[in-house]
């Protein structure tokens, strides 16, 4: 089983099928001109042979035998049955052409709401980061210098000759270096403060030094270039975004024993950048088709926003590869 989920194109390209999508444009339809040509000439031809054989003629002898049965009525009845299916087919012609034209407009208000609904989406995620980082650094000023503060303070306690008195400012020391750590931990979620102060590569190495600790059994392969350091904040935070998902997914739902992470540029006048993580996990579950998360979601449309490509392959029992290209036009030289 693949699973390919690629930049989409426009939503109107993708409903309208061509057919109609000519009718809706008003272009000619070559078609119906053909066929009003085919028509004329049949009704001539049609014409020429009973003018040559005097059908009618014959057509009322032949029915005037009948007359008890009223056969001679039928030639009229028949054109009317013949001018009633034109009135039919007009009808039902003009109901399709104005439900292909409410159609093509519930199409183009669907294509808006959905360019709008993206729009928001990336609003919304460039509000979070921003709220976070803002967090991130209250966090860090306020709270951080009063615990080691506290810290310091309890250790000069624990170092008093009552013995009481010192093991419980060791306790309030330990608490507090637990508290700190916490923080550390929160911190680096809400925002990678490495990612502002060191850079993409290295904040992408710490995040993958602390998962390793966390999963010591999974082997995990990094190949990051280091020239990916300096890189515009929006790809910077795509990027790190991707791969913190991606490995929190690995953890969490594959049985995987190996996982690699790889960044760099996509060619030597780095155009482009290429984040790729590939896990040998039991890969998507092809039983489980409406799944609820919004992980993959959420990564494919970060990755949308920057105007990048996301590609995401899954085979059973081998893994899955999340690919991202990240346009670095900015930098080209
Ligand atoms: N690396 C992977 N290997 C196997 N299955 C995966 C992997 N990544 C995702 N999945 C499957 O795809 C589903 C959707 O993943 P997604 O990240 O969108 O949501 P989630 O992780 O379930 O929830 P959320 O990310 O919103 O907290 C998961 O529930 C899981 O079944
Ligand atoms: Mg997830």
Redesign the pocket.
């Known amino acids: 089983m693949g699973h390919m989920l690629e930049k989409p194109s426009s939503p109107l390209t993708q409903l309208t099928p061509p057919a109609i999508a000519t009718k809706i444009s008003g272009k000619p339809v070559s078609r119906a001109k053909q066929d009003i040509r085919k028509a004329i000439i049949f009704v001539l031809l049609i014409y020429l042979i009973t003018w040559e054989f005097d059908v009618a003629e014959k057509l009322a002898v032949f029915t005037a035998r009948y007359e008890t049965m009223q056969l001679d009525e039928l030639p009229i009845a028949m054109l009317m049955a013949a001018l009633a299916g034109i009135w039919f087919s007009r009808r039902r012609m003009h109901e399709i052409k104005t439900e292909a034209k409410l159609r093509a407009e519930a199409e183009s208000s669907l294509a808006r709401l959905l360019n709008e609904n993206r729009a928001l989406a990336a609003h919304v995620r460039q509000v979070q980061e921003l709220e976070r980082r803002r967090m991130a650094q209250d966090i860090h000023d306020d709270m951080g210098q009063y615990l080691t503060a506290i810290r310091l303070d309890a250790r000069s306690l624990s170092k008093l000759v009552d013995p009481m008195v010192a093991s419980r400012a060791e306790r309030i020391g330990l608490h507090t270096e637990h508290v700190q750590k916490a923080i550390r931990d929160l911190l680096h979620r809400l925002r990678p403060v490495a990612l502002d102060e060191y850079g993409l590569i290295d904040a992408v190495r710490h995040l993958v030094q602390e998962w390793k600790k966390q999963y010591p059994d999974i082997s995990c392969r990094c190949i990051l270039d280091d020239r990916c350091g300096n890189l515009p904040d929006n790809i910077n935070l795509t990027a790190y975004r991707i791969v913190q998902?991606?490995l929190?997914?690995?953890s969490?739902?594959?049985e995987?024993t190996t996982v690699s992470v790889t960044i760099n540029f996509c060619s030597e006048n780095k155009t482009a950048l290429e984040v790729r993580?590939e896990?040998n996990?039991?890969?998507?579950?092809s039983t489980?088709p409406n799944?609820?998360?919004?992980?993959?979601?959420?990564?494919r449309e970060r990755v949308t926003a920057v105007g990048g490509s996301f590609d995401?392959q899954?085979t059973v029992n081998t893994?899955?590869r999340?690919s991202v290209i990240l346009p670095l036009s900015d930098l080209a030289e």
Do not use: C
């Open positions: 998902e991606a929190t997914n690995i969490r739902h594959t995987a993580v896990d996990g039991k890969g998507l579950s489980e799944r609820r998360g919004f992980g993959i979601a959420t990564m995401l899954s893994g899955v999340i």
